[in-house]
């Protein structure tokens, strides 16, 4: 079963900020993020709740719901660890 990605509008917008200062580091992330269709709890990501989980890709880390019933994964945040 594939899952859709969907990206909300501020995870969206960090992308666009990261993309000036770490093209490199942001595409890892969009990789990552497009295995989750295939994998949505892959072994390095950690449960965060109820339903998200988050992931860490380089020195970035994404916050992610996965929504069983209607089979997709919405990003809900895009952030850099220190």
């Not at 990261?18 to 595409?27: E, W, Y």
């Not at 992931?55 to 880390?61: A, D, F, S, T, V």
């Amino acid at each position: 079963m594939t899952y859709r990605i969907i990206w909300e509008p501020g995870a969206t917008n960090a992308a666009v900020r990261f993309l000036k200062d770490d093209p490199t580091g942001l595409a890892a992330v969009y990789e990552a993020v497009d295995s989750l269709a295939e994998a949505p709890r892959p072994a390095q990501s950690t449960a965060y709740g109820p339903g998200a989980r988050r992931l860490r890709i380089g020195n970035c880390r994404v916050l992610y719901l996965i929504e069983d019933d209607a089979i997709r994964i919405l990003v809900t945040h895009l952030g850099r660890t220190p």
